[in-house]
C-alpha cells in the first residue's frame, strides 16, 4: 500500500507560478514510478507528467511542455510539479499517481492522491 497526498495548489494569475508536492508514505517510495494527472469539470482526466523510479527519465503531455517540470526527491519520499507560465486552461484538479513503471495512462497507475485545486485566473 502506498499513500499519496498532494499539496500546493491555489489560486493564481495567468503568467503566474505555482509549485505541487505530493508526499509517499507506506512501501518503498524509490522503486514507483510516479505521474501527476489533472481533471477539470466535463472533462477525462488528462495526463500531465511522470517521471521514473530514478528520475532519469521524465515525460508530458505536449500542453505544458516547456512550462512544466516534475521532479523527485526520493530522500524525502516526495514528488513535484513546478507549473510556470500558468494559463486559465491548466485550471483543475491535479492528482499525483504512483505506479510499478512510468505510463502516460491512467489505467497503469495502482495508487492516487485525493487531489488538490489548481485555479488560474484571466
Known amino acids: 500500500q502506498v499513500q499519496l497526498v498532494e499539496s500546493g495548489g491555489g489560486l493564481v494569475q495567468a503568467g503566474g507560478s505555482l509549485r505541487l508536492s505530493c508526499a509517499a508514505s507506506?512501501?518503498?517510495?524509490?522503486?514507483?514510478?510516479m505521474g501527476w494527472f489533472r481533471q477539470a469539470p466535463g472533462k477525462e482526466r488528462e495526463f500531465v507528467a511522470a517521471?521514473?523510479?530514478?528520475?532519469?527519465?521524465?515525460y508530458y503531455a505536449d500542453s505544458v511542455k516547456g512550462r512544466f517540470t516534475i521532479s523527485r526527491d526520493n530522500a524525502k519520499n516526495t514528488v513535484y510539479l513546478q507549473m510556470n507560465s500558468l494559463k486559465p486552461e491548466d485550471t483543475a484538479v491535479y492528482y499525483c499517481?504512483?505506479?510499478?513503471?512510468?505510463?502516460?495512462?491512467?489505467?497503469?497507475?495502482?495508487?492516487w492522491g485525493q487531489g488538490t485545486q489548481v485555479t488560474v485566473s484571466s
Open positions: 499517481a504512483a505506479s510499478v513503471s512510468v505510463a502516460s495512462v491512467a489505467g497503469e497507475y495502482d495508487y
Open positions: 507506506g512501501r518503498t517510495f524509490s522503486r514507483y514510478a
Open positions: 517521471i521514473s523510479w530514478s528520475g532519469g527519465s521524465t
